[in-house]
């Protein structure tokens, strides 16, 4: 059972955590761009000749395409400099796919982060797509196990859709590390609209070995 108390969306303090501010390539300014396209563009309604915004959108996107490093360099990278948390699908700053949300850390360990997710997010009229709470619950528990000094990769996910989940209105994920024996490492969380609470979610994680040491390698190619 999911104890929502030391969830509880109204506690405050705490520090950001996950932040990464530098960005000397340019690249968040750039994918921040491409957020907003991407907001316009779901379901998008334009009162305007989409045809040349379409040609210099290909264009931009031929001259990227010219510049960039091959997608195994990119994942190599990823991994070998531990620039994992920019590339994150939630927290992400340089993945188009991440909101992005920013956590703070409370001082008994709670992970606490607030978003408005848009229309892209969105499953059932005015809700957020169920597979994306899951997504929302899977990063905020890794997250905490990673700050509490114990991580492992998700075997299983135990979300609870207790009422909608809005789109277009802020919510806040909620999560923390609950116990840990041996490998085994057990996570709890909550999404709060306002007072309402809309999911919880427990996940327990295993400490995945030499698995991802031995993926890192080979990405690197040695
Ligand atoms: C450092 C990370 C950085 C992570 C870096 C950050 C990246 C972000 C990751 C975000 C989170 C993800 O998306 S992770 C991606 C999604 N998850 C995955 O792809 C994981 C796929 N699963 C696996 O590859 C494997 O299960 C492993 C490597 C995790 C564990 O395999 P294993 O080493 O053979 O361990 P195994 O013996 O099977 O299980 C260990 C113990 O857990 C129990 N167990 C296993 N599965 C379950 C289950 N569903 N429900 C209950 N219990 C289970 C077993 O009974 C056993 O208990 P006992 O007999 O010991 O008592």
């Not at 264009?59 to 531990?82: I, K, P």
């Not at 994920?173 to 996570?187: D, F, L, N, S, Y």
Request: aromatic share 6%; glycine share 12%.
């Amino acid at each position: 059972m999911v104890e929502t108390g030391p969830l509880d969306p109204s506690r405050g303090g705490g520090g950001r955590i996950d932040r990464v501010d530098d960005d000397e390539a340019g690249l968040f300014a750039l994918v921040d761009q491409v957020r907003r396209i991407r907001a316009l563009t779901t379901g998008g309604l334009f009162d305007t000749d989409l045809d040349p915004l379409t040609a210099q959108l290909r264009e931009v996107a031929d001259r990227l395409e010219a510049a960039s490093a091959s997608t195994e360099r990119r994942q190599a990278v990823t991994w070998s400099t531990g620039d994992y948390v920019t590339n994150c699908p939630v927290v992400g700053r340089s993945n188009v796919l991440a909101p992005p949300i920013a956590f703070d850390i409370l001082d008994d360990g709670t992970l606490r982060g607030e978003v408005t997710l848009g229309l892209e997010y969105q499953g059932p009229p005015a809700c957020v797509h169920g597979g994306m709470v899951a997504l929302l619950f899977d990063v905020v528990l890794g997250r905490a196990n990673f700050h509490a000094g114990a991580t492992g990769m998700t075997v299983y996910l135990d979300v609870d859709y207790r009422s909608p989940t809005p789109v277009l209105e802020p919510i806040v994920v909620t999560g923390r590390q609950v116990r840990v024996e041996g490998r085994k490492i057990w996570a709890q969380g909550a999404i709060h609209a306002g007072d309402r609470l809309c999911a919880t979610a427990e996940g327990m994680f295993v400490e995945p070995g030499g698995l991802l040491l031995e993926n890192r390698r080979r990405l690197a190619g040695g």
